[in-house]
């Protein structure tokens, strides 16, 4: 028994040590952050900083851009991310089915565009949709995607561009999995194609689905490298555009104390969405 106790804390000690010093720790030191206010003695006196309580979630809780903000990436969300999980589940569904050829070719096509780094993305699609610098003028110059009604939706499709082959990956995994009697069953009793993708292949990958869900919540609301980079080509991009961004823009002013404010509530909104998530698909059955 001590033997199986020391084999268990051998192999848990390195993602423990890790899991502490980089995920705890800094939420830890984030949350001491915001827990201390800067005062000054006079108006040209040095700067110190003093235990000020929950002063700076006062500042959170009545800032109107970054609950703005907040609002802004959620209207983003519900409706990237349905998109993206819908065209992830069809390119997985569409690999798996056999009617492609090439299946690796397409495996790889699908997923290359993660292996670009964000700005990089940000960047190419921000010249591409710029009216004077884009390739495309006509269509740019008729259509301004970098105005203020449609810059959010500019930035979802450079999101959904990088992100849909990582998520079909995921999905694509689970439907390898799926054991091929089930398969051979479902067509015995007489279903198609379309059929078995209905009710075999998709309530079986729902996990996965459920997955790739959770995981573009969390990543929608730390929403980051496109605002900032497409502040370069939209002057409807504000510095707290994304909750993200204010803490970005808070952090360089510099205010530590009320960026790592910011950051505490943003990650509690993030772990509420993230457990709704959840919660809301298990009683749906999907999180089985």
Not at 99 to 106: E, I, P, Q, T, Y
Not at 119 to 144: E, K, N, Q
Request: net charge positive.
């Amino acid at each position: 028994m001590t033997r199986h106790r020391s084999a268990v804390v051998f192999f848990i000690a390195p993602f423990g040590v890790l899991f502490t010093l980089f995920y705890l720790l800094p939420i830890g030191y984030a949350v001491v952050q915001s827990l201390f206010t800067v005062e000054r003695t006079g108006t040209f006196g040095p700067a110190r900083e003093v235990f000020g309580g929950l002063v700076q979630y006062q500042r959170v809780l009545s800032d109107g851009p970054f609950w703005a903000s907040v609002g802004r990436v959620l209207l983003f969300g519900a409706v990237q991310i349905p998109v993206m999980l819908v065209l992830a589940l069809f390119l997985a569904l569409l690999l798996d089915s056999g009617l492609v050829r090439g299946r690796r070719f397409f495996r790889l096509a699908f997923f290359v565009p993660y292996a670009v780094p964000g700005v990089i993305a940000a960047i190419m699609w921000g010249f591409l949709y710029s009216p004077t610098l884009s390739p495309f003028t006509p269509v740019t110059g008729a259509v301004d995607l970098l105005s203020a009604d449609l810059v959010l939706w500019a930035m979802a499709n450079v999101v959904t561009w990088v992100y849909a082959g990582y998520n079909m990956l995921i999905i694509y995994s689970a439907l390898l999995a799926i054991p091929p009697e089930i398969y051979e069953a479902a067509r015995i009793d007489g279903a198609g194609p379309a059929r078995i993708a209905w009710s075999v292949k998709i309530p079986l990958v729902r996990p996965a689905i459920v997955l790739t869900a959770v995981f573009s919540v969390i990543g929608t609301l730390q929403l980051l490298a496109e605002p900032q980079v497409f502040r370069s080509f939209s002057s409807a991009v504000s510095s707290t555009y994304t909750p993200n961004l204010t803490v970005y823009s808070t952090s360089s002013i510099p205010n530590f104390n009320l960026a790592a404010a910011f950051s505490v509530v943003l990650a509690l909104v993030t772990c509420v969405l993230s457990f709704s998530v959840l919660k809301a698909t298990s009683r749906g059955g999907m999180g089985r």
